[in-house]
C-alpha cells in the first residue's frame, strides 16, 4: 500500500511554457502533500506543503507565483511551473501522507528540462 | 536549522564487501530518521526508518543504527552485491511536518 504517482516522468519545453506536474496518492487518502526540488548531486529541497483545500505553504526563497500548488482533493496534487525558464530545469518529486505522524510516502519525480 | 551531512559522498567497493554509510543532523530533536535509496533519475525507495526511541532496525542485509543525542546514524549493508549501487540518502523527519534530506552516499559496488 501507500503508492504516489507522478506524471509525467519527463518534460522538454520552450522557456516560456507552464509546465504542470500532478501527483497522486493511488490507495490512500492524503492529508498533506510536498513538494520538492532536486539539483543533481544536491539533496532533495522542499519547496512548498500542501493540504487538502487550503492554500499551499511556501518556503523561504520559492516563489508561490511561479510555483503554483493546488490540492483540490485527498488524491490529487498539482505544481504548475508557470513561464518556465532553463533555471527551472531540475527534478521535481512529490510525496503524500496520510496524517501528521506517518511517514511520507515519495512519487518517482518528474526530470523537467527547459529548452 | 537542521542540517544533515553524509559521508562519504561517493565510494566504491568490491562485490561483497560489507557497506559502511554514515549521517549525521544538527538538531537531535527529531521524530525519526529515514534512509532511502534513489537510483539515477529516479524517486525514492524507503529502506528503513528507525523511530527517535528506537537505536535501529533491520532488514534482510541492511542494518541502520540510530544514536539521537550524538546526532549521528549510520547504515551497514551486509555482503554488497552490484545491485546495490545506487545513492543512498538520509533524511530527518523534525519540527513542523520537516523532513531534512542529506546529500546522499553515491554507492557503486564491482562486480
Known amino acids: 500500500g501507500a503508492v504516489v504517482s507522478q506524471h509525467p516522468s519527463w518534460v522538454i519545453c520552450k522557456s516560456g511554457t507552464s509546465v504542470k506536474i500532478e501527483c497522486r496518492s493511488l490507495?490512500?487518502?492524503?492529508?498533506?502533500m510536498f513538494w520538492y526540488r532536486q539539483f543533481p548531486k544536491q539533496s532533495l529541497m522542499l519547496m512548498a506543503t500542501s493540504n487538502e483545500g487550503s492554500k499551499a505553504t511556501y518556503e523561504q526563497g520559492v516563489e508561490k507565483d511561479k510555483f503554483l500548488i493546488n490540492h483540490a482533493s485527498l488524491t490529487l496534487s498539482t505544481l504548475t511551473v508557470t513561464s518556465a525558464h532553463p533555471e527551472d530545469s531540475s527534478f521535481y518529486i512529490c510525496?503524500?501522507?496520510?496524517?501528521?505522524?506517518?511517514?511520507?510516502?515519495f512519487g518517482d519525480g518528474t526530470r523537467l528540462s527547459i529548452l | 536549522k537542521q542540517e544533515v551531512t553524509q559521508i562519504p559522498a561517493a565510494l566504491s567497493v568490491p562485490e561483497g564487501e560489507n557497506l559502511v554509510l554514515n549521517c549525521s543532523f544538527t538538531d537531535s530533536a527529531i521524530y525519526n530518521l529515514q534512509w532511502f535509496r534513489q537510483d539515477p533519475g529516479k524517486g525514492l525507495t524507503s529502506l528503513l526508518l528507525i523511530q527517535s526511541s528506537q537505536r535501529e532496525q533491520t532488514s534482510g542485509r541492511l542494518n541502520a543504527s540510530l544514536d539521537k543525542s550524538s546526532g549521528r546514524s549510520t547504515l551497514y549493508i551486509a555482503a554488497s552485491q552490484p545491485g546495490d549501487s545506487a545513492t543512498y540518502l538520509c533524511?530527518?523527519?523534525?519540527?513542523?511536518?520537516?523532513?531534512?534530506f542529506g546529500k546522499g552516499n553515491q554507492v557503486v559496488v564491482i562486480p
Open positions: 510525496s503524500a501522507k496520510r496524517h501528521s505522524n506517518q511517514p511520507q510516502h
Open positions: 490507495d490512500f487518502q492524503a492529508t498533506t
Open positions: 533524511a530527518v523527519f523534525y519540527g513542523n511536518n520537516r523532513l531534512a
